[in-house]
T-cell receptor
Framework: NAGVTQTPKFRVLKTGQSMTLLCAQD?????MYWYRQDPGMGLRLIHY???????AKGEVPDGYNVSRLKKQNFLLGLESAAPSQTSVYFC????????????FGQGTRLTVV | QQQVKQSPQSLIVQKGGISIINCAYE??????FPWYQQFPGKGPALLIA?????SEKKEGRFTISFNKSAKQFSLHIMDSQPGDSATYFC???????????FGAGTRLAVHP
């Protein structure tokens, strides 16, 4: 059981470049989330999805777009990367409902120069 | 109102001691309060969680104390071990949206 898999694990982008981070889960979870982790700021929710074909904004959505075309995949896109988007990105998934555990991927370390 | 405030930012404890991390929240719509543990280079993993209708939950050396009226909850790690050295995040879940809001994290170092 792979759980939640994120690709790539590391990436360096130049300012203005675009990229897509892929998250895949094999647990048949309805809910998927993208967080960014910055020192001293914890994990902040970027976007999330409550099911295939749905997306919603989290706490810090600006500069990011997402898509959930298949239940098992949740894509995070950066159309025009900025140095402020240098961060570690985590994807998570859960069944949903009160008391259900969120399972996290290993993270993607993104540096924008 | 969706913030979860966590303290301290870092904590050093001797082996065998008690580690205590505190969190506070404002939004009474939160209905689930988990704690996550994160080791360097890894994603966070669920450690222990509590619902607001319970005042305390214990799992092994880890205990959550929950004070609904004060809107505060805390993690106690008894008999702290070097292997407990990690970053700990408290979180609160908004039931209707299933969104987890995290605290800023506490870096715990347990010295032998």
């Amino acid at each position: 059981n792979a759980g939640v898999t994120q690709t790539p694990k590391f990436r360096v982008l130049k300012t203005g470049q675009s990229m897509t981070l892929l998250c895949a889960q094999d647990m048949n979870h309805e809910y998927m989330y993208w967080y960014r982790q910055d020192p001293g700021m914890g994990l902040r929710l970027i976007h999330y999805s409550v099911g295939e074909g749905t997306t919603a904004k989290g706490e810090v959505p600006d500069g990011y777009n997402v898509s959930r075309l298949k239940k098992q995949n949740f894509l995070l896109g950066l159309e025009s990367a900025a140095p402020s988007q240098t961060s570690v990105y985590f994807c998570a998934s859960s069944y949903g409902g009160t008391g259900t555990e969120a399972f996290f991927g290993q993270g993607t370390r993104l540096t924008v120069v | 109102q969706q913030q979860v405030k966590q303290s301290p930012q870092s904590l050093i404890v001797q082996k065998g001691g008690i580690s205590i991390i505190n969190c506070a929240y404002e939004n009474t719509a939160f209905d689930y309060f988990p704690w996550y543990q994160q080791f360097p280079g890894k994603g966070p993993a669920l450690l222990i969680a509590i619902r607001p209708d319970v005042s305390e939950k214990k799992e092994g050396r880890f205990t959550i104390s929950f004070n609904k009226s004060a809107k505060q909850f805390s993690l106690h790690i008894m008999d702290s071990q070097p292997g407990d050295s990690a970053t700990y995040f408290c979180a609160a879940k908004l039931g209707g949206y299933n969104k987890l809001i995290f605290g800023a994290g506490t870096r715990l170092a347990v010295h032998p």
